[in-house]
């Protein structure tokens, strides 16, 4: 059990700073990239709430502090996907690239330690496969090259059975609502980011973990 019934709250707190920063990093991200970032108020205090909220949430986890903190890196890696991929339609290898860095050093610590990395090579190779069949049947982007980078960096944070699982909740959360976007929208066209449920799949199996040692 958390032998520190305050934690929670002083997480939340580092969690409400952790997802201003990431915004702020965001912002300048995107001016990198030469997209307008956006002012909605979702756009700008989404990921501190958010943040504020999974932090103490993975807080209650039976784990250390140690465990506790490179989780919470992960969360803010997350959130940035979801929120960025919402606003701009985008999954920027500024923050992947370090992501997956970080995820292979760490899953190297786990038993076996080349599970992560060829659960990371397996999905990833299936969206590229994905996305390069998707575009010669449809003639367009059904997948983007960002989701195959976040496909892979969910197999090296979570491995084997976790990442299916993350898959799965990702592609029914991502159905979920293409089918409200199509009732909304009374039209099939148009195409939604898949980013977001993707990571929000990866977040739910991240806790889960915790909640299972």
Same mark, same amino acid.
């Given at each position: 059990?958390?032998?520190?019934? %305050? @934690?929670?709250? !002083?997480?939340?707190?580092? &969690?409400?700073?952790? !997802?201003? *920063?990431?915004?702020?990093g965001s912002v300048r991200l995107a001016k990198l990239e030469e997209l307008e970032p956006g002012h909605k108020a979702w756009q700008v205090y989404g990921p501190p709430i958010v943040c504020a909220i999974l932090f103490a949430l993975f807080a209650t986890e039976? *784990?250390? @502090?140690?465990?506790?903190?490179?989780?919470?890196?992960? *969360?803010?890696?997350?959130?940035?996907?979801? /929120? /960025?991929?919402?606003?701009?339609?985008?999954?920027?290898?500024r923050v992947m690239f370090p992501s997956m860095a970080l995820a292979l050093v760490a899953s190297l610590f786990n038993q076996p330690w080349w599970a992560g990395i060829a659960t990371g090579l397996v999905a990833g190779?299936? /969206?590229?496969?994905? =996305? @390069?069949?998707?575009?010669?049947? /449809?003639? =367009?982007? =059904?997948?983007?090259? &960002?989701?195959?980078?976040?496909?892979?960096?969910? !197999?090296?944070?979570?491995?084997? @059975?976790?990442?299916?699982? =993350?898959?799965?909740?990702? *592609? %029914?959360?991502? !159905?979920?609502?293409?089918?409200?976007y199509i009732i909304w929208r009374r039209s099939m066209k148009g195409t939604i980011a898949y980013g977001p449920y993707l990571s929000a799949g990866a977040l739910i199996v991240l806790f889960q973990l915790g909640r299972g040692q």
């Open positions: 059990m958390n032998a520190l019934p %305050l @934690l929670p709250i !002083g997480w939340a707190v580092a &969690g409400a700073f952790g !997802g201003w *920063v990431m915004r702020w039976p *784990v250390s @502090l140690q465990l506790l903190a490179l989780r919470s890196v992960f *969360v803010i890696v997350l959130v940035q996907v979801i /929120f /960025f991929d919402f606003e701009h339609r985008l999954i920027l290898d190779l299936l /969206f590229l496969l994905l =996305a @390069l069949v998707g575009a010669a049947i /449809f003639k =367009a982007e =059904a997948l983007g090259f &960002g989701d195959v980078k976040l496909a892979l960096f969910m !197999g090296l944070l979570l491995g084997p @059975l976790p990442t299916i699982q =993350a898959l799965f909740y990702g *592609v %029914l959360l991502a !159905g979920i609502v293409s089918i409200g």
